[in-house]
């Protein structure tokens, strides 16, 4: 009888051995994206202020060459606010991409193989 139960005891122990690596999600380790280095480095300085018209400078503006400047102004704002959306596009994306690159590398398989 003692015989029998060592006999049972070998293979009951390599089962549980083999259930240490056969259940549960693997660990994973991640480490932050780098989605900043994917915005364009000129990007990091602003938008430059609109070249003022020359009569402004001289002092000889009429209400036109004021028109003019506070077109330019405007078109560099909508530059601004192009920039703005395109960056936070490029985030979002990013670390969209990351999570759902995490949960494939942690989804539970079934019986540890599929």
Same mark, same amino acid.
């Given at each position: ?39 364009? $480095? =000129?990007? #990091? ?15 000889? *503006? &009429? +209400? ?15 530059? $601004? =606010?192009? #920039? ?12 969209e991409r990351d999570? *759902? &690159? +995490? ?12």
């Amino acid at each position: 009888m003692r015989k029998a139960l060592i006999k049972l005891s070998i293979p009951l122990l390599m089962l549980q051995g083999c259930a240490l690596f056969a259940g549960g999600r693997p660990t994973v380790t991640t480490q932050r994206a780098g989605c900043g280095s994917l915005i364009p $480095a =000129d990007w #990091r300085n602003g938008t430059p202020a609109a070249a003022i018209v020359d009569a402004i400078v001289a002092g000889t *503006a &009429a +209400v036109g060459d004021w028109i003019v400047q506070a077109d330019r102004e405007a078109a560099r704002g909508d530059v $601004a =606010d192009d #920039r703005t959306k395109a960056t936070i596009h490029i985030f979002t994306t990013c670390e969209e991409r990351d999570a *759902a &690159a +995490v949960r494939q590398a942690t989804r539970r398989r079934f019986l540890g193989i599929f």
